[in-house]
């Protein structure tokens, strides 16, 4: 059975006595759901003491928001994924639209950035999504079959076993707007018919597949609720500690 997952997205918000105290304020939520999962992806001066913070509680797993696509070397600012690794880091998103749209990763990189994640033991959460201007023309299932083909379809099929896709349509992240369930479902089961048919059905199944934008305590139950949405990947109301608790608690 494949794990629903709440995944916080803190991306560069809080300074340090904030992350702190949202951290212990976190540091006991759990669900009765043996079969989820609570992911933090916190910025990465802060990743080590997330863990500390955390490690009583085995439910909530720490992730970085981004890693490089080198190995090593002479790349001022980056941070590796064997880095994330050696500090004990299991998840890292990647290929966010932000980081597509601001910092101009393309599906080359993302593919790369994937490869040194798997390579590190490192899970990635990898992110696609259509802009406003795809899902205006009805073209997003295309849009988004070939992110996927793109970022993920170079890969084994064991990689790809348990995988986590989030699927953010960038129209609803930070706008308050949101896919209903039904938009939701419908590009989650495409997602899962595309996986399928690439790696088969147990494969696809297999597959946790994440819905991110404007995801709220509000609506989160009926989201989730969705037979092929397995959780979400939550920014805005992440920061908040009873809004997210109540979303972790909408998991199915
Ligand atoms: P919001 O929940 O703030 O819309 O952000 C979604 C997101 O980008 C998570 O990665």
């Not at 949405?229 to 109540?246: K, P, Q, W, Y």
Request: one cysteine or more; aromatic letters at 6%; proline letters at 3%.
């Amino acid at each position: 059975m494949r794990k629903q997952i709440a995944a916080a997205n803190w991306k560069m918000n809080l300074k340090y006595d904030e992350a702190k105290n949202l951290l212990s304020e976190l540091k006991n939520c759990s669900t009765e759901n043996s079969n989820a999962e609570v992911i933090l992806a916190v910025p990465f001066p802060y990743l080590l003491t997330a863990q500390e913070i955390l490690k009583s509680n085995s439910s909530i797993q720490v992730a970085a928001q981004n890693c490089s696509q080198h190995v090593q070397g002479a790349y001022t600012g980056e941070v590796s994924a064997g880095m994330l690794s050696s500090c004990g880091i299991k998840y890292v998103i990647i290929g966010h639209s932000e980081r597509r749209e601001l910092f101009n990763e393309d599906d080359k990189i993302i593919s790369q950035k994937i490869d040194q994640a798997i390579g590190n033991a490192v899970q990635p959460i990898f992110c696609c999504g259509e802009p406003l201007a795809i899902r205006e023309n009805n073209e997003e299932a295309g849009y988004v079959e070939k992110q996927l083909q793109q970022g993920l379809f170079h890969l084994a099929p064991e990689k790809l076993e348990g995988f986590i896709i989030a699927y953010e349509p960038i129209w609803a992240i930070g706008t308050g707007k949101t896919a209903s369930a039904e938009e939701a479902q419908s590009m989650h089961l495409h997602i899962r018919k595309v996986m399928a048919e690439r790696y088969g059905e147990k494969i696809a199944g297999s597959i946790s597949i994440l819905y991110g934008g404007s995801v709220k305590a509000s609506n989160a139950k009926e989201i989730f609720g969705q037979p092929d949405v397995d959780g979400g990947l939550v920014g805005g109301a992440s920061l908040i500690a009873a809004d997210f608790e109540a979303i972790v608690g909408s998991l199915k």
